[in-house]
Each structure stands twice: as C-alpha cells, then as structure tokens.
C-alpha cells in the first residue's frame, strides 16, 4: 500500500467532514496561509496540521504519516497509558487514531495532539539572548523536568530545542510543554527498539552508533541543554551568533564526538564563570564515557542553581582532552538584569541585535561574587577570533532550521520597512517551527 503524498493530505484536510473520522475534527477549520491553502509543518516522516474547532474551542494538531511504521499503533498505546498514570504537567493530550484519514479510497492513521501556543527552545533563547535573568527561569524549570520525568520512568528520547515549548502562563513566569512523542521510552516498551536517536546535536554519541533505547538516553540530553543555556547566560549574543547553526543551541554532533577538536569546547573551558565552566568540564568527560554514566542533572545543580565544581582529577582530565595549560579558577557570573551585567563590546551595526519584547519578570536570585576581572572581555575576544567552523553541509533543501537565525535577522528587517513584504518572505521559505506535534521543520505552502 502506497502512502500518501503531501499534496494528498493537503487536500483531504481541507473537507475535514468527508475525509477525517474524528468527529470533533470533522467540525475543524484547517489554519490557512494568506493565499488560502492548509499551513503545514514537514518532519521526517509525518506533514502536521492545525486545526480548530470552533464548537469545542480546541485547537489541534493533526499529524499525518508519509510513511509506515512498525509498531506504532502499539507504541503509542502503550506512551498513552504510561503518561495517562504518570499525569506529568509539561506532556500534553494526544490520540493515535489508526483510520483516522481517507486519503484515494484508503483509510491511514493519524495522531491527534493538543496544539500548544508559545516559543519553541532556540527561538525563547534567541529573543532572551540578552535577558540572563530570563534564561535562568528556563533553567530552573529544566532542572525540575529532568527530575520528574526520572521519578516517572520516562526518556523522551528526543530532547532538543524543536520538541520544547515555552509557555508564559500569566505574572511573568513560564511554562514547559514538551511535544512530539515518537521515540519516547516507556517501561512497557523495554527491550523493543526505536526508529529513532534523536537528532545528532543533543544525542551521546553511542546512541546515535548503537541505537540505544531504555530510560537513560535523555540523561546525556538534559546535560547538553542546561550547560548550552547557562553559557549563553554569559556568552550571549557573540556566543550565539558564532556557533548557533538553526539546529542546535551551540553544540553540535561533531563537537560532542571530539570534543578534543572542538572549537567551542575550547572557547567554553576559557569561560570567566565557576557554574559553566563546572558544567561544559561534565559534558566533556561524559561524551568520552558510557551513556549511562553520564551524570543526571538533579545531582549536579542545586536548587540555588550552583553547580557541583569538578574535582582536581577531573579538571586535569578535561584539560587533557582539550590540550590546553590550566586556566585560571573562575566564579560565578551575576545573573542579574542586563543593565547590570557586564557590557558586551560594540557591534558593527549590521550586527546590533534586534529590538528585544518586553522583559519577563525573573524571579530573585541569591548574591553572587563579580566575574574575574576582564575574563568576560577575554572570553568574548575568544569567541571573535576564531576562524569559521567547518560545517558540513545539511542534506535539507534550503529554507531548513540551519538558515532560521540569517532568516529572521531578514524578516525583522523587512519588516520593518513593510510588514506585506515580510509576509511574502515568511510565506516562501518555512522559519518558524511547530508549536504543537513536533518532528517538523517549519510551515510550508503545499505546491499545486
């Protein structure tokens, strides 16, 4: 049996009542692009929809598979009944609906999840770039995640900045949701094997060799986006503009697998902050060591955020992985509002940041020591006389995450001439991800 192609599902969407068996979906409105046609989000084997219905007032996420998977009714049954019990906050409502479309006379199986409005990781990370404050709320609610998620016996399996959503809920705070569900692990899935590894720039490197799949795969995961933010926390624009890629936070699949040739690596070791340098020094020994010894969260950060510092053995050890002399010790960096911190040099004006949205309120943070005198000046002077990284080109046609950052910067500045030519940009190459089932890229404009 042939599946159907993305035009396929495009028109079937559009008559929801004769082609959908959902019955609250029956009565849904496909969002629509300017020129009227079904928005959609492409992923690696699945187009996703948004859909409202007006007569419950939901909004769903439709997601249609392009092609088969063994197993997936049973998977997701099996996911369902174990998040059904756990009753997590941050996992949202889902049904895998097995003839859920009618697609050429055959019925295909779809899955039905909450859409979820807010900013994906990298996006929040983008426009709080600036705001440490902020980012330290991600980082305390990421913190609290990884711990319950541990309590309840699940990996995601995908952690990575597409399949985070921040939420703001209202008195400037946030909320975590977490998205797409393909590859999670559950205990009643132990012993059977994933399709998936995650994508390449959050995964341990024996996952992606091996494949591993059981309840320790997101311990490596968590590790890479806490200690990605916290050294933004410090880095911030210049760190982010150099090694940010569209498809990471900072980290890419070739730093995790020699970290010992990476570039960023050294320049985050040289950091003037005790907290990240404690953290990127972890992640570096755990790219070398097993998956499941690499150190779970909870036990490294306490809940005043201070990181547990690397031991003597340790320190000499990452040190020799890198090749470099021992630096000076460094301590923590202020994490308070910005025009408290310490300025960043001056910027070409091609390279200003843009204008920011209104602050969120972070809550108090303990006292802490200044930066080492000139650290983070030396620190930035490193980031800005390292030659390009070698990246090796994306198999993904242009338009994918890689060009999300460049995009952007082109939007805002359109934008800010004419809002219609904007629109016209934003309709032609697909920049914002999913905010609701994940495993997609961006919106697309189906062609005819």
């Known amino acids: ?124 990370v983008e426009e709080h770039i600036e705001r440490p404050g902020n980012l330290k709320m991600v980082l305390d609610l990421w913190v609290k995640l990884a711990a319950r998620l541990r309590q309840a016996e ?20 946030l909320a975590l949701r977490l998205i797409d569900y393909d590859g999670m692990y ?32 997101d311990r490596f995961s968590h590790l890479v986006i806490y200690t990605a933010i916290r050294c933004l926390m410090v880095g911030r624009s210049a760190l982010w503009n150099r090694f940010n890629t569209g498809e990471n936070l ?24 005790a907290d990240a340098r404690s953290l990127v020094g972890r992640l570096i020994l755990a790219c070398r060591r097993p998956l499941g010894e690499s150190p779970l969260l909870q036990e490294l950060v306490a809940t ?47 390279q200003q940041p843009p204008e920011q949205p209104p602050q969120i309120a972070a809550p108090p943070h303990g006292e802490t020591e200044p930066v080492v005198p000139g650290a983070f000046e030396e620190f930035l002077d490193a980031v ?7 990246v090796a080109r994306p198999r993904k046609k242009p338009g994918s995450q890689e060009y999300l950052g460049p995009i952007r910067r082109l939007w805002k500045r359109l934008g800010a001439v004419s809002r219609p030519v904007g629109q016209t940009v934003l309709l032609s190459i697909p920049n914002r991800g999913p905010y609701g089932a994940g495993d997609a890229r961006g919106p697309r404009v189906p062609r005819r």
């Open 1 to 124: 049996m042939a599946w159907p192609a993305p035009n396929d599902y495009a028109d079937a969407v559009q008559r929801p009542r004769v082609f959908l068996e959902d019955e609250e979906l029956r009565g849904g409105q496909v969002e629509r692009t300017p020129l009227g046609l079904p928005m959609v989000w492409s992923g690696n084997f699945a187009d996703v929809y948004k859909i409202h219905c007006p007569a419950t007032s939901n909004t769903w996420a439709l997601k249609c598979f392009t092609r088969r998977v063994p197993g997936q009714q049973e998977r997701y049954r099996q996911i369902a009944a174990h998040l059904d019990q756990a009753k997590l906050p941050f996992t949202v409502d889902f049904q895998y609906i097995e003839q859920g479309i009618r697609v050429g006379g055959e019925r295909f199986p779809v899955l039905k999840m909450r859409w979820v409005e807010g900013l994906m990781l990298n996006q929040f």
């Open 384 to 390: 800005h006389q390292l030659p390009a990284p070698s």
């Open 154 to 173: 699940i990996a995601h399996a995908d952690l990575q900045h597409g399949n985070v959503i921040l939420v703001p809920t209202g008195g400037g705070s």
């Open 304 to 350: 005043d955020g201070q990181v547990l510092p690397l031991s003597g053995n340790e320190r000499t050890e990452v040190e020799a992985v890198l090749g470099v002399e021992a630096v000076p010790a460094a301590t923590p960096y202020s994490t308070g509002p910005i025009e408290a911190a310490t300025p960043m040099p001056p910027m070409a004006a091609e």
């Open 250 to 273: 900072l980290f890419r699949e070739t730093d995790l697998c020699r970290p010992e040739a990476s570039q960023l690596f050294d320049v985050l070791w040289r950091i003037g902050d």
């Open 186 to 217: 559950v205990p009643a899935l132990a012993g059977s094997r994933s399709g998936e590894v995650g994508l390449p720039a959050y995964q341990h490197p024996q996952r992606i060799r091996e494949g591993t799949y059981d309840g320790e795969v």
